[in-house]
């Protein structure tokens, strides 16, 4: 049946032998989606930063982008599971605090930095670039990620914790999508 497909398929994803390749999948999957959405918004919403036709490099870029971020990812919460074993709120809440400011900095300087460059836009354009979208965005990120991540390690059941935070994934990467492209003067 479809269904015991679907979970020898989900079995086999999730473990530790195809870990990285799923979260490679994944990252990269949800970007484009993302960038697809954030597309539409801006076609819906019209105004100077309206496109005419789905730019699909755009959406390869950010693709790529998922695709390469979500290496250092998969290792970044590997070695904090390693360092910080268990699931004490204390513990969590390290994990927290640690994820938003090491992990959170450093894939919002790459995301800000990279995505200028693949446009084919200077280092220092990149780096205006980067310099400008940064602090916003890492802005919002520390408002929302450390409450989800409350909420996922908290309250919700486990068999819940992977479909809400692929699905706030989903909603993050529209938002960044939308936010790096707002600027006429980026996009492509």
Not at 4 to 33: D, E, H, I, Q
Not at 64 to 70: E, Q, T
Not at 141 to 153: I, K
């Amino acid at each position: 049946s479809w269904q015991l497909a679907a979970k020898r398929l989900l079995a086999a994803a999730y473990s530790p032998r195809y870990l990285l390749a799923t979260n490679c999948a994944t990252a990269g999957s949800l970007f484009v989606l993302a960038d697809c959405a954030a597309q539409r918004i801006e076609t819906l919403a019209g105004g100077s930063s309206a496109i005419r036709a789905h730019d699909w490099r755009r959406s390869g870029r950010l693709g790529l982008i998922g695709l390469i971020g979500a290496v250092p990812a998969h290792y970044w919460y590997l070695a904090l599971d390693r360092r910080l074993p268990g699931r004490t709120p204390g513990t969590m809440l390290a994990k927290i605090l640690l994820d938003q400011a090491v992990f959170g900095v450093c894939f919002n300087l790459a995301f800000f930095t990279a995505l200028p460059l693949m446009e084919g836009r200077s280092w220092r354009d990149s780096l205006s670039y980067c310099r400008d979208k940064f602090p916003t965005a890492l802005a919002v990120e520390a408002c929302v990620w450390p409450a989800a991540q409350a909420v996922n390690f908290y309250w919700l059941p486990t068999r819940l914790r992977l479909f809400f935070v692929t699905g706030l994934a989903a909603v993050w990467d529209v938002f960044l999508s939308w936010y790096s492209h707002r600027s006429p003067s980026i996009e492509a």
